[in-house]
């Protein structure tokens, strides 16, 4: 008697279904479209409306709040420069509004003695010179003068 080998064999695997778009790949591509949609509006609106864009209810509440600050004493306004400076930031309609307030926190912050490594006094003078230059290259320049903004910019470093 003689044994034959036996070979077993795996069957065939099944072809790979094919590629489709999962839910999740479809929900991101809608969601990116939709944010890039809502960009390219606003940067055509900016763009056809110019400096004179208005303001929402919101941005005009926080410059509001900011020119208050500006007509009350100094020590109030370097205490809530947050405010201040992110109505400033609003650009070129909150700018114009709010330069008195911008002079004074610069005088304040340029009067004031040198503080050590990482002072908020430094941390402010940038944070006023980004603010001021948020739309505008030469804002602050045209704001505060140019000797103003480089004494800021020495203090910044």
């Given at each position: 008697?003689?044994?034959?080998?036996?070979y077993l064999l795996a069957p065939e695997p099944d072809a790979?279904?094919?590629?489709?778009?999962?839910?999740?790949?479809?929900?991101?591509?809608?969601?990116?479209?939709?944010?890039?949609?809502?960009?390219?509006?606003?940067?055509?609106?900016?763009?056809?409306?110019?400096?004179?864009?208005?303001?929402?209810?919101?941005?005009?509440?926080?410059?509001?709040?900011a020119e208050r600050l500006q007509d009350g004493p100094v020590?109030?306004?370097?205490?809530?420069?947050?405010?201040f400076l992110i109505a400033l930031a609003l650009g070129t309609?909150?700018?114009?509004?709010?330069?008195?307030?911008?002079?004074?926190?610069?005088?304040?912050?340029?009067?004031?003695?040198?503080?050590?490594?990482?002072?908020?006094?430094?941390?402010?003078?940038?944070?006023?010179?980004?603010?001021?230059?948020?739309?505008?290259?030469?804002?602050?320049?045209?704001?505060?003068?140019?000797?103003?903004?480089?004494?800021?910019?020495?203090?910044?470093?």
């Amino acid at each position: 008697m003689k044994l034959e080998p036996v070979y077993l064999l795996a069957p065939e695997p099944d072809a790979p279904p094919p590629r489709s778009f999962s839910r999740r790949v479809l929900f991101l591509a809608v969601a990116a479209s939709c944010g890039l949609g809502s960009v390219a509006t606003l940067g055509v609106q900016r763009a056809l409306l110019g400096d004179d864009a208005p303001l929402d209810d919101a941005d005009e509440a926080l410059i509001a709040l900011a020119e208050r600050l500006q007509d009350g004493p100094v020590e109030e306004l370097v205490r809530q420069r947050d405010h201040f400076l992110i109505a400033l930031a609003l650009g070129t309609p909150a700018r114009k509004r709010l330069e008195s307030g911008s002079r004074a926190l610069a005088g304040r912050l340029l009067a004031d003695p040198p503080a050590g490594r990482g002072s908020s006094r430094r941390d402010a003078a940038r944070a006023l010179l980004q603010a001021l230059n948020v739309d505008d290259r030469d804002g602050a320049v045209m704001v505060l003068g140019p000797d103003s903004v480089a004494a800021l910019s020495a203090l910044a470093r």
